[in-house]
């Protein structure tokens, strides 16, 4: 009996080692992780809105052919329009290796930004991305819709060729990927980190019953 | 274990937003899944690995297949738009019925790991440390 007693109790103590190690582990990789993620930087290019004076910053990483990411587009928007000096907003790419048009459809975007057209093509990504997606060839949906905005075709051309672009939307993914994003839509509202439509729609009533508006 | 780890790591708002998309839970429990299931699965991943506490780490890895069973299964039942895209983050992803598949296939294997314990133990810390602790 005391054999047995002594056989648990070693057990016991064996056990909380290995998840006392086991914790130390991760908190150690964690850290690590924290050491080496930086912040969300500060976005200087077309691709916000806003005045930036505004009380809540949301930095968005946005994948184009993402469902949920058209979903959160048209919640900020709704959002926007209802409490207009509130938002400023900036949009970050993120293309997922899984999404036959992410980094296609970024690419157009980043050459639409740089022609002062960012959001009107990204709100005709967001509202036509079901037919778009959809395509075996995506590309003519994309120049449709530079036509729509009055986008120089032949200027748009040229951008689409030149390496400057993709190395734009590669380094949004970078620091992406150092700030641990996983999936999309992921968004910093104020630095903090929430995941997908519903979070987002959460976080921002909480601001809004916050604030009293 | 791995899955457990690679969770545990990461934001917990990452698992969140894949236990949303279930839309299984409130929100409140949405929350307590998102910090404690990976812990969970990290645990009990690690017990199996050393056979430590091998028949609770089995029942408690049937518990959590059973519950993941029953998310994925509501799911496809209820045509929720999951869909294998890569939205759930970068590492592995396979669409629901795949998923369905493979846990049934793990749970059924769990079942016969817990019913034949001793020869399951036969490698473990359990056995190794412990010989005549009954299982």
């Given at each position: 009996m005391a054999d047995k007693r002594s056989q648990v109790s070693a057990k016991i103590k064996i056990t909380i080692i290995v998840v006392v190690l086991s914790v130390a582990v991760v908190l150690g990789v964690k850290s690590l992780k924290a050491f080496v993620k930086g912040s969300v930087q500060a976005n200087i290019s077309a691709r916000v809105k806003g005045?930036?004076?505004?009380?809540v910053h949301i930095t968005e990483f946005i994948d184009f052919e993402c469902p949920a990411c058209a979903e959160g587009a048209r919640h900020i928007k709704k959002f926007m329009t209802e409490h207009p000096p509130t938002v400023y907003l900036e949009l970050k790419y993120f293309p997922l290796?899984?999404?036959?048009y992410g980094l296609l459809s970024a690419q157009y975007a980043e050459c639409a930004g740089r022609q002062g057209k960012f959001w009107p093509f990204h709100d005709y990504l967001i509202e036509r991305q079901a037919n778009w997606k959809r395509l075996a060839h995506a590309a003519p949906a994309f120049e449709q819709i530079a036509q729509d905005v009055d986008m120089n075709l032949e200027i748009l051309s040229q951008c689409l060729k030149d390496t400057s672009v993709t190395e734009s939307i590669q380094k949004d993914r970078q620091e992406g990927d150092t700030l641990g994003i996983?999936?999309?839509?992921?968004y910093y509202i104020n630095g903090k980190m929430v995941v997908g439509a519903a979070s987002l729609g959460t976080e921002l009533n909480k601001y809004v019953q916050e604030a009293g508006h | 274990m791995t899955s457990g780890f690679e969770k545990v790591i990461s934001p917990h708002q990452n698992f969140l937003y894949v236990i949303q998309?279930?839309?299984?839970?409130?929100p409140l429990l949405e929350e307590m899944a998102a910090h404690l299931l990976p812990w969970c699965e990290f645990f009990i991943g690690i017990f199996l690995v050393l056979g430590l506490w091998l028949n609770r780490s089995l029942l408690g890895l049937a518990f959590l297949l059973v519950m993941f069973l029953e998310a994925v299964a509501q799911a496809i039942l209820r045509h929720l738009p999951i869909e294998e895209c890569g939205c759930f983050g970068g590492l592995m992803s396979f669409p629901l019925p795949s998923v369905l598949v493979f846990d049934t296939a793990l749970f059924i294997l769990t079942g016969l790991m817990y019913y034949k314990i001793e020869k399951t133990q036969r490698f473990s810390l359990d056995q190794y440390l412990f010989k005549n602790e009954a299982p």
């Open positions: 005045d930036k004076k505004a009380p290796s899984s999404h036959r996983k999936s999309t839509p992921t | 998309s279930y839309a299984f839970l409130n």
